[in-house]
Each structure stands twice: as C-alpha cells, then as structure tokens.
C-alpha cells in the first residue's frame, strides 16, 4: 500500500507541475459545452418553440453544464499512455516494478482528477455564476446529488475501460490511431455527449438506447435533471455494473494474452 501511496504523491507533484496544460486543455475540452445548448436555443426560436424534446432552453443549458463536468471528470484518456509504452517497448521496465500495472495507471487517472477538482473547481463556480438563471427554481436533494457522483463515478471507470481495452490492442495492432478515432465517434454519438439522445434520429436513437455509451453522459445527465425515476436509476446502475464487470474482465483476459504476445515477439 505504500509503494501506491507514493505513487499517489508523485502523480500529484505532476498534476501541479503541468497545471497550466491542465487548465488549456480544460478550456479547450469546455468551450464545445457553451457552444451547444445555443446551438439549439437558436433552433428553438427561429421555430418559436418552448421545447425540443422534451427540453426547454434552460434544460439545455443545464444539461451541457453538466456534460461538460462530466467530460472533465468523468473521462478517462489512459490509452494514449498505455499504447505509448507498449509500441516503445518501455513497457519492459514498467512491469519491473513491484506494483500492478493496471492498477497504477488507473490510479494516475484518479490522481488527475482530483488534482483538477482543486484547480478548475473556480471555473466551475464561475460558471454558475454566469448561468445562474439556468438554475433559478432549479433544487437538488442531498440523494440525487449522491446518486449522480455514483454515477459519474460509474461514468469514469466505463470510460476508463474503453480506453484501456483500445490501449492494450496496440499489442496486436502496429498502428490504432484509426481505432482510437473510431471509439471517440462511437461515444460521442451514442453517448449522448454530442445531443440528447431523443434528439438523435430515429435509428440511432434506438440504437443509443440499447448501447451501453449512453453511460457516459446521458444516464448522469438525466440523474441531475431529475428526469429518471427511482426504479429507472436503480436499473440503470445495475445494468452498469455489469458492464463494468463485463469490461474489467475482457481487459484482464486481453493483459494477459497480451503480455504473452509482448513477450513471445521479444519487445
């Protein structure tokens, strides 16, 4: 336990260290979320509607505040390191190490998120208020509060286990840069990210509903709108923590073939 409490403080150390990339990336990654719920505010009144399916314009606002917390603390960007070491072949000294690989880069990612909870918190604040409007007559339990962090917890290790599982493919594949496009597209799609997900068209809605991206964003979007009901939210999560399961155990069966595979080619 403490070679990983040591690990903890030295990811912390870089996470000040490089706070300013921190913060460009922050704004860089947001500046979309602000964009949007405009986008559709301006579709709304040229149409002079109230509503968009199902959402008024302070539903969008509110909806994209929180896609865009959920992107900044609720995503996870482990394969670009993770692939990094494997086609380098430093991989070899990272397994040295007495401590679990996987484990440690997990830990880096939380350690990232916590680093940025202290650092952006005040932009977050800013931001409210600057949409406070939005949030006029808008109240939230201590319960929702609590089951939308379970939820954006859920949201992290799902995203975690994607990229971990696009990470390791760089085992077998000399070159995954396609397929790392090919799984952002897929979740910003079908996640709900990009739109709500009955804004989406008909056959890609359906799909959306039955693909398990809409855990990302859409499922704790819907928690902080209050827009699930307690059986739906109870449902929701135990269907992710299947998925989670699910995930956590193909990307040990893939670590270890893959380790095999690193080794038998002599990387």
């Not at 199902?54 to 996870?76: E, L, V």
């Not at 040295?96 to 952006?120: A, C, G, M, R, S």
């Amino acid at each position: 336990m403490k070679k990983y409490w040591q690990a903890f403080k030295t990811f912390v150390a870089l996470g000040i260290a490089y706070r300013v990339q921190l913060l460009i990336w922050f704004i860089s990654d947001t500046l979309q979320y602000l964009i949007f719920p405009f986008i559709w505010i301006t579709i709304m009144a040229s149409n002079q509607l109230t509503s968009l399916g199902g959402y008024t314009a302070r539903d969008f606002i509110i909806y994209y505040i929180i896609a865009g917390i959920i992107n900044t603390f609720g995503s996870s960007h482990v394969s670009y390191p993770l692939e990094e070491e494997i086609k380098d072949g430093k991989l070899s000294g990272s397994l040295l190490k007495p401590v679990n690989y996987l484990l440690l880069q997990t830990l880096d990612e939380i350690t990232h998120k916590i680093v940025k909870t202290v650092f952006l918190g005040p932009f977050f604040i800013l931001g409210y208020v600057i949409f406070h409007h939005a949030f006029e007559g808008f109240s939230l339990s201590g319960l929702t509060v609590a089951i939308f962090l379970i939820a954006l917890s859920g949201s992290f290790f799902f995203s975690h286990a994607l990229e971990m599982l696009v990470g390791l493919s760089a085992f077998w594949l000399t070159e995954n840069k396609a397929l790392t496009q090919v799984n952002w597209l897929v979740q910003s799609i079908f996640s709900g990210e990009l739109a709500p997900l009955p804004l989406l068209p008909g056959l890609i809605q359906t799909a959306a509903v039955w693909l398990p991206f809409r855990y990302l964003f859409y499922f704790p979007a819907q928690i902080f709108l209050q827009r699930l009901t307690l059986a739906e939210i109870e449902h929701g999560l135990l269907e992710l923590g299947i998925w989670l399961l699910l995930l956590y155990g193909l990307i040990l069966y893939l670590w270890k073939r893959g380790l095999r595979h690193y080794s038998g080619t002599g990387l």
